[in-house]
């Protein structure tokens, strides 16, 4: 079975803080996602990347940064956390093709005090 | 702008059948994903339409109708382990996933 597993099922920030949300998959696949999923929103897709060392702006950029240096690991980071990144955070990982699923990790619930 | 279009809640009955929708305008089509997710859990992936036409895959079949902007999740003898949000996705021309904000369906007994 594929696994994706994150770092924290729930985190409570201050305003300004640094945070860093971990991802990982075991099944050495070469995409990784990280989405945020707010209430009568679809997900929104942050960043993106296909391969180590590489990624792509999603929608909703702004205020993050992320990190591949291993295949199997996506490090999503807010620089200066604020009030309005408050959400569910979402970590996918999917092989090959853009047309294959997605696996998800369970996700983080990040409040930012 | 791209729009995916869902009902956001409906209830049926334990047994029966109920059918979700989904209605998309994107820029381009590489086909539709349906997904569904428990409260408080991950997504998990249901089924991948290109083609025109109904996949049936146990329970759950999926339609899609290219020329209508259209699909929907079909669920038959709903269980009450069926109560979960359903996420209608759209694969656009640059291969980016477009999500709708999900389909809350509720079982009752």
């Known amino acids: 079975d594929v696994k994706v597993t994150q770092s924290s099922r729930y985190l409570v920030k201050r305003t300004g803080e640094k945070v860093f949300l971990e991802c990982v998959q075991d099944?050495?696949?070469?995409?990784m996602f990280w989405y945020r999923q707010d209430p009568g929103l679809g997900l929104r897709l942050i960043y993106f990347s296909y391969d180590v060392k590489m990624k792509e702006k999603g929608d909703i950029p702004e205020g993050y940064s992320v990190s591949r240096e291993k295949k199997e690991r996506f490090s999503l980071i807010l620089e200066s956390a604020s009030t309005n990144q408050t959400s569910m955070y979402l970590c996918a990982s999917s092989s090959g093709e853009t047309y294959n699923e997605q696996f998800f990790g369970p996700g983080t619930r990040l409040t930012v005090l | 702008g791209q729009n995916i279009d869902q009902p956001t809640e409906m209830t049926a009955t334990e047994g029966a059948i109920v059918q979700i929708n989904c209605t998309y305008q994107?820029?381009?089509?590489?086909?539709l994903f349906w997904y569904q997710q428990h409260a408080g859990e991950a997504p998990t992936f249901l089924s991948y339409?290109?083609l025109d036409g109904l996949e049936e895959k146990g329970r759950f079949s999926s339609f899609l109708s290219r020329s209508k902007g259209y699909s929907y999740l079909l669920l038959k003898e709903l269980q009450m382990k069926d109560s979960a949000s359903y996420l209608c996705a759209v694969l656009d021309s640059n291969y980016q996933l477009i999500w709708g904000a999900g389909t809350k369906l509720i079982i009752k007994p």
């Open positions: 994107t820029s381009g089509f590489n086909g």
């Open positions: 099944m050495d696949h070469e995409n």
């Open positions: 339409n290109v």
